[in-house]
C-alpha cells in the first residue's frame, strides 16, 4: 500500500456529531484512486465505475492528521481496480477502507478504452510462448 497523501481533519469535515463526516473520507478516498489510476494509465479521462463496501471502522477527531494510501488490485481492458484505506497517522488505526475501486479510462467521446496496461498480460503471455 502507497500512502502519498496527508490531511489533517479540520471543522468543516466534521458530522453532526463531531467525527469526520464518511461523505468527506469518500471525496478523499475518490480523488486519491484517481490520482493514483492517472499516474499509473498516464491519463486524466478517468471515471470511477464502482465502489465496493465501505467499512468506517474508527472514528477521526478534529486535528487528527490521516495518511490515504492505495494499491492497485487488478489489471483489466479498459479498468484497472484498487483498494483504497484511510489511516490516523497518530494512532495508526484504519479509520476507513474500500477493498474495490474500479476505475475506467475514457476515450474524448466519455466512453470506455483500452489504457496503457491492457495488453500487458497478453505480451507476456506471447513472449513465454516464443520461448517455449
Ligand atoms: C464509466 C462508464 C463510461 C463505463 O461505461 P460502460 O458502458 O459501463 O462500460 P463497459 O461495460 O464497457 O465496462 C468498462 C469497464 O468497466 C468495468 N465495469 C463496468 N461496470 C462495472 C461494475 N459495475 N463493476 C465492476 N466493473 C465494471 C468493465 O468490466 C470494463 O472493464 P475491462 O474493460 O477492464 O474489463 C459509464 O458507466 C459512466 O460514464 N459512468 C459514470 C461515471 C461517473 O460519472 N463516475 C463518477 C465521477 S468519477
Redesign the pocket.
Known amino acids: 500500500m502507497l500512502y502519498s497523501s496527508q490531511r489533517m481533519v479540520m471543522y468543516p469535515h466534521l458530522n453532526a456529531a463531531g467525527i469526520l463526516f464518511g461523505g468527506q473520507a469518500l471525496s478523499w478516498i475518490?480523488e486519491e484512486a484517481?490520482i493514483f489510476a492517472a499516474q499509473l494509465l498516464d491519463t486524466q479521462r478517468?471515471?470511477?465505475?464502482?465502489m465496493s463496501e465501505v467499512y468506517f471502522k474508527t472514528p477521526a477527531n478534529i486535528g487528527d492528521i490521516v495518511v490515504i494510501g492505495t494499491e492497485l488490485i487488478k489489471?483489466?481492458?479498459?479498468?484497472?481496480t484498487v483498494r483504497c484505506e484511510i489511516k490516523n497517522k497518530t494512532t495508526d488505526k484504519i479509520i476507513v477502507s474500500v477493498d474495490e475501486i474500479?476505475i475506467?479510462a475514457?476515450d474524448y467521446n466519455?466512453?470506455?478504452t483500452k489504457h496503457i496496461l491492457?495488453d500487458r498480460n497478453k505480451i507476456y503471455e506471447n513472449s513465454t510462448q516464443e520461448n517455449s
Do not use: E
Open positions: 475518490d484517481i478517468l471515471a470511477t465505475v464502482k489489471t483489466g481492458q479498459t479498468s484497472i474500479v475506467v475514457l466519455k466512453k470506455p491492457a
